[in-house]
């Protein structure tokens, strides 16, 4: 099991057979979207959020699971949740309220569940997107966007992002070898104009590249519509695998609510 394909992009797919990786983009998008619903629609100071939480993470945990998605590859997603773990460690600090002491520091009760709440939520969200990135290439999500009606602009900008960013990518790199070939190091305030210089260069490039692709399409008959063929049909056992978790985190959302 490795990487599907290289670059940035395609470093966050994990290559698989599982039925996760063979569901269509489409339904996982939905999945995914109706799953981090329940989660986000899951009251922070109920005395069973936490039970709540605790349910959540088995499914989206399960589904990794079935996926083969490796831990490794889950806990490099969670990466990005760093600024939401910074806020929810300060609001127990910068609430008010009624105050507790937790290891020699006073903290306010409803900054405590608001903030579990928020790094509760925001994990869930990621781990679930994790496994989405992980299950499905990049190419493929912008096709299940576009069968999601995602508008046609959106669509072909995400398209050409996909298509491109390995290409801006691999002329980065080229530009740090160069750098480095001529004795750059990066050290002190003098590298920063050396930097900023080769951003400038790379967003020019770039900017002449789209260029000349644009012209390219046109010449090609581009009317401001990418070509798609007709969409196949979905069988409803897939719907109902996709749905599986999405239905199933709010059935843990009503029975915490119910007999709470």
């Known amino acids: 099991m490795g990487a599907g394909h290289g670059g940035p992009l395609g470093a966050a797919y994990v290559a698989g057979g599982s039925v996760v990786h063979r569901l269509e983009p489409h339904l996982k998008l939905v999945a995914v979207l109706g799953f981090a619903l329940v989660v986000v629609a899951t009251p922070v100071h109920a005395a069973w959020a936490p039970a709540a939480y605790a349910g959540y993470a088995v499914l989206v945990l399960g589904a990794a699971a079935v996926a083969r998605v490796p831990a490794g590859r889950l806990a490099r997603g969670l990466v ?117 210089t080769g951003a400038g260069a790379l967003f020019v490039r770039s900017y002449e590249r789209g260029e000349r692709v644009h012209l390219a399409m046109l010449s090609r008959g581009y009317g401001g519509a990418m070509p798609a063929g007709p969409a196949a049909a979905v069988p409803v056992q897939a719907w109902l695998v996709a749905l599986s978790l999405p239905l199933t985190a709010a059935a843990v959302l009503a029975a915490g609510m119910l007999l709470g």
């Open 80 to 196: 990005v949740e760093v600024p939401f773990l910074v806020f929810a460690l300060l609001l127990p600090v910068v609430s008010r309220g009624p105050r507790v002491e937790v290891l020699g520091l006073s903290l306010s009760e409803s900054g405590l569940a608001a903030g579990g709440g928020l790094l509760a939520k925001a994990t869930l969200s990621v781990l679930a997107a994790t496994v989405l990135a992980a299950t499905t290439e990049a190419r493929e999500l912008v096709r299940g966007l576009q069968r999601l009606r995602l508008p046609a602009l959106l669509v072909q900008i995400l398209s050409f992002m996909v298509r491109y960013a390995d290409v801006v990518g691999g002329e980065l790199r080229r530009m740090r070898v160069a750098r480095e070939s001529r004795g750059f190091r990066g050290r002190g305030p003098g590298a920063l104009r050396v930097v900023a």
